[in-house]
């Protein structure tokens, strides 16, 4: 929500997070074609004006509030903008803290299941859902190819041949998080920059927690 000025502009005020998100899928995305005539410009001009929500009343007002006229949503369009809503917000995800497939977001109608939104993705079981991550399993015949194992101790590699080594705990262990790995790795940078340029890295990640506990 914060970076939708940066966006946006003044016409930010005009928005919320969701009516981004669906001015992003009537744009066109992967999930569901643009109609014609419109795209990004068309698209934030109609969800700047609105503030009926609810996609089955306000989709069908496109035309009007866009002056065209000659266009026509379909009820196919329709169901088509809802699924890829749904998809952009209960895609399957591994999560790999917990080593399970979950949906991005935790469904808001206790109706819902994957069952419902098989377009979501598949439900798997877990050990298949952990293979198919790790790249231990092959994600089109299902064999097994690989047998990486990330509970057990990985060699530490000083001089890696290509590229440096990470200063953060891998994704794969229990005690990760994002905001460790994006702090040590600033720590990181900044010393091995120039004394002069230490102040500016550091500057960028100046709203990151200020707790590092654990991360030496």
């Known amino acids: 929500m914060s970076k939708l000025n940066v966006c946006l502009g003044a016409k930010a005020d005009n928005f919320s997070f969701e009516k981004f998100r669906y001015m992003c899928i009537m744009s066109g ?84 299941t994957s069952k419902k939104l098989p377009f979501c993705g598949e439900m798997v079981n877990d050990d298949l859902a952990l293979g198919l991550a790790l790249g231990n399993i092959d994600i089109h015949s299902f064999q097994k190819v690989n047998d990486f194992n990330p509970d057990e101790p990985i060699p530490v ?18 005690t990760f998080t994002p905001e460790q790995a994006v702090l040590k790795d600033a720590f990181y940078y900044a010393e091995n920059k120039k004394a002069e340029d230490k102040k500016e890295v550091m500057k960028c990640f100046s709203t990151l927690p200020k707790d590092n506990k654990g991360m030496q």
């Open 29 to 112: 995305c992967d999930y569901l074609a643009s109609l014609k005539g419109i795209g990004l410009g068309k698209s934030c001009k109609f969800w700047g004006k609105v503030t009926n929500l609810d996609l089955k009343s306000v989709l069908p007002k496109i035309p009007a509030y866009l002056n065209m006229h000659a266009l026509t949503v379909t009820p196919d369009y329709i169901d088509g903008f809802i699924k890829a809503d749904q998809t952009f917000l209960y895609q399957l995800v591994f999560d790999p803290r917990t080593r399970k497939l979950r949906p991005l977001n935790d469904y808001v109608d206790e109706t819902l």
């Open 157 to 174: 590699v000083q001089k890696p041949k290509y590229g440096r080594r990470a200063n953060h705990a891998t994704i794969w262990n229990v």
